[in-house]
């Protein structure tokens, strides 16, 4: 069996042959596709490298999950859970300027929908196991690797349903790294030079989708309405749509301006009226951590009516709300003074909040891994606005981090690839990741 000396040399191609399987997740099982193809595809990859893997498919046909497990020295250890998502969100072709399935490298990048979110993840993960298991190297810990479904759609035929139907997967799992942490931030030092942060996720907004509803009166379109339910609905939709609800700040989003504050010089008041003003100056990633400041709840859905002059009985919305730890009562509270008493709310989706602390051996091994591959490294928490797998893995106790390292160029708008039209990682990010991934998990 050969062994390649660095598993980086073979990371850009499988991130780009990722790409190619068509994972899209529409959100609804009949149209979804791809998942199982790409799954065993990865089971075999393992396979060859002399893993015994096991394929699952979660709660519907076709939502095909892979597990692999590698010994540590150490069985008094609770294992590591490495987990990747393997569905994307769909991509219209004609807004590329590449074919967003074709994962094609080109001009420094790895490019298609799921580049960063996560087949560069997933791809990195894939080339360290095959490494580890290859070159006979006993990690200190059990490690689980894990490749999962439907983490787009929130996870129901996915990481929600292993964990209420197979626990046993995760038996004896302390702790899980997988999306959206690790990757690097490039500030200006107060010394005039630049440094990395890299930052870690420590916490993430709880995901609620909520309808709501109005019924009114039916009627012809050319007669006055006072009981209108479209109107109860876009004016509920309208009131929280430009709700600012109040601003509070968590452990994670302090820690990580207090670090921004001490490298840069700049002084991040948390306290000034401004803040989010301040924040804007940090470039893209404001996106983020302005996002982190406050709940939010998006209007995405409207519903109403069949015809020009018919007045529905029925109007419904859907909203995209994202709560901060500790607010969930606040919030509800909040949002049913603003939609008033004719228009009624239940939850799509109500996933909670997760949150750890920036401290404890692994933050330490991840610490060390960066240095070891960017002595320039500085290691700083954050909280994701969007979800992960991490919300039911959290469920059974795991204490869950987002580490998917890369050392990204200053300039790249990083998270307005997320979703976005021409997602790409750069290829000598993707090497950097898998060296920084491998140090990690042989120390971890």
């Not at 990747?84 to 990048?109: I, K, M, Q």
């Not at 960063?116 to 993960?125: H, L």
């Not at 979800?387 to 893995?393: P, S, V």
Request: glycine share 10%; aromatic share 6%.
């Amino acid at each position: 069996m050969t062994v390649r000396p660095d598993p980086a040399d073979e990371v850009v191609d499988l991130v780009s042959t990722l790409i190619r399987f068509d994972t899209s997740n529409t959100g609804e099982p009949d149209t979804t596709k791809g998942e199982a193809e790409c799954a065993r595809w990865v089971a075999a990859r393992l396979e060859e490298a002399g893993y015994q893997t096991e394929y699952v498919e979660s709660g519907a046909p076709g939502r095909g999950n892979v597990f692999a497990r590698l010994k540590g020295s150490d069985p008094s250890r609770g294992a590591l859970l490495i987990h990747g998502h393997l569905d994307v969100v769909p991509a219209e072709a004609g807004e590329w300027s590449v074919h967003p399935f074709s994962g094609a490298v080109t001009d420094g990048y790895v490019w298609g929908r799921g580049a960063v979110d996560m087949k560069d993840m997933v791809g990195m993960t894939i080339a360290v196991a095959r490494h580890l298991a290859r070159a006979g190297i006993t990690p200190p810990r059990d490690l689980v690797f894990a490749f999962l479904a439907d983490e787009e759609a929130g996870g129901k035929y996915g990481a929600h349903w292993l964990v209420e139907n197979r626990p046993d997967l995760f038996a004896g799992v302390t702790e899980a790294i997988g999306e959206v942490g690790g990757f690097s931030l490039t500030v200006p030092r107060r010394d005039g030079g630049e440094r990395r942060l890299y930052l870690i996720e420590t916490a993430e907004k709880g995901l609620c989708w909520m309808r709501l509803r109005a019924n009114g009166r039916a009627g012809h379109g050319s007669m006055v309405n006072d009981d209108n339910a479209v109107t109860a609905v876009a004016e509920a939709v309208a009131r929280l749509g430009r709700h600012r609800f109040p601003l509070v700040l968590t452990e994670a989003v302090e820690q990580f301006l207090a670090a921004v504050s001490e490298e840069t010089g700049h002084e991040i008041d948390v306290d000034s009226p401004d803040l989010e003003g301040m924040i804007e100056k940090l470039g893209p990633i404001a996106r983020i951590v302005n996002a982190t400041l406050r709940d939010t709840a998006t209007p995405t859905m409207l519903q109403a009516g069949y015809k020009a002059n018919v007045i529905p009985a029925t109007a419904e919305a859907v909203l995209d709300c994202r709560v901060l730890p500790g607010r969930q009562a606040a919030f509800e509270a909040e949002v049913d003074e603003l939609i008033g008493p004719a228009v009624t709310r239940e939850w799509v989706t109500n996933l909670p909040p997760v949150q750890t602390s920036f401290d404890g051996d692994l933050v330490e091994a991840m610490n060390a891994a960066l240095l070891a591959c960017d002595p320039d490294a500085r290691t700083v928490p954050y909280m994701l606005s969007g979800g992960t797998d991490a919300k039911a893995f959290a469920q059974l106790g795991i204490r869950c981090f987002g580490f998917a390292p890369l050392r990204l160029p200053p300039d790249l708008d990083f998270s307005a690839l997320f979703h976005g039209v021409d997602e790409r990682v750069p290829v000598d990010a993707l090497e950097f990741g898998t060296r920084v991934l491998l140090h990690f998990l042989t120390h971890c």
